[in-house]
T-cell receptor, first 115, second 114 residues
């Protein structure tokens, strides 16, 4: 059972436009959500996160929105730059219920920003 | 420089030949973990360790062993590798109270088992 779903394997946008990456989850116990970015031949790096008590968190060009009722979160990148081209992983955690401090990852979305 | 290192970065081996992938971190992190990344499956946790001599299974532990004898090292052992263990492996570490907030990942080890 896939608890964190990224239904779009890939996304292509033009430089300067907005990139919107989506993530859905099924476990209502998840209370913390993160986005990781991964370039080829490198490990994932932390990008931005949001607690379930918030509906928005912003960090420069990156904003994460959380809709708890829909069990949906999205990552907005504005404006998109060619250097943003990477695989983006959504991850979630149930901090209060998890005995192993586990992160559950989605399958990832490949973002390509065209110059 | 704070980092997580893995060795080797690339490895091609044959079925049944025992191998070890090393992982080391220099950030004094208590928590360390191993993940595998497969096409269409994302990142799946294999094993994790909350501290020295404390390890536990993740989602896909079958066919793997780990040990944590020192805080900085967390090797992944494949006693008898099989082709279905061909994958991209990542080691990660974190302070115990920041595990679910941010983990630092190594560069990855691409393993091919023929």
């Amino acid at each position: 059972d896939q608890q964190v779903k990224q239904n779009s394997p890939s996304l292509s946008v033009q430089e300067g436009r907005i990139s919107i990456l989506n993530c859905d989850y099924t476990n209502s116990m998840f209370d913390y959500f993160l986005w990781y970015k991964k370039y080829p031949a490198e490990g994932p790096t932390f990008l931005i996160s949001i607690s379930s008590i918030k509906d928005k968190n912003e960090d420069g060009r990156f904003t994460v929105f959380l809709n708890k009722s829909a069990k949906h979160l999205s990552l907005h990148i504005v404006p998109s730059q060619p250097g943003d081209s990477a695989v983006y992983f959504c991850a979630a955690s149930a901090r209060s219920g998890g005995s192993n401090y586990k992160l559950t990852f989605g399958k990832g979305t490949l973002l390509t920003v065209n110059p | 420089e704070a980092q997580v290192t893995q060795n080797p970065r690339y490895l091609i081996t044959v079925t049944g030949k025992k191998l070890t992938v090393t992982c080391s971190q220099n950030m004094n992190h208590e928590y360390m973990s191993w993940y595998r990344q497969d096409p269409g499956l994302g990142l799946r946790q294999i094993y994790y360790s909350m501290n020295v001599e404390v390890t536990d299974k993740g989602d896909v532990p079958e066919g793997y062993k780990v040990s944590r004898k020192e805080k900085r090292n967390f090797p992944l052992i494949l006693e008898s590798p099989s082709p279905n263990q061909t994958s991209l492996y990542f080691c990660a570490s974190s302070f115990w109270d920041r595990v679910v907030y941010e983990q630092y990942f190594g560069p990855g080890t691409r393993l091919t088992v023929t």
